[in-house]
């Protein structure tokens, strides 16, 4: 994906997943979830314009327990 500050692109990052053009989709495997990894894709979804995402965290014993949905 391309990032572009104010009409200027400024560099490019890669999304793990993105589901229809309308869902992105961040993996992880760590022993927690904190503010770091909202925030990272909080940013992917300013610089994408989706309004969902997906955290989902692999390191956890039921897969349910991983997921966190964040909404822009």
């Not at 053009?21 to 909080?42: F, S, Y």
């Not at 989706?50 to 991983?66: A, Q, R, S, Y």
Request: aromatic letters at 6%.
């Amino acid at each position: 994906m391309k990032v572009t500050y104010k009409g200027r692109p400024i560099g490019d990052t890669y999304l793990d997943l993105v589901v229809g053009g309308l869902l992105l989709v961040e993996l992880k495997a760590v022993d927690a979830i904190i503010g770091v990894h909202t925030a990272q894709v909080m940013s992917y979804l300013k610089a994408t314009g989706m309004k969902l995402g997906l955290l989902i965290n692999f390191k956890v014993p039921l897969l349910k327990h991983g997921i966190t949905r964040i909404i822009l």
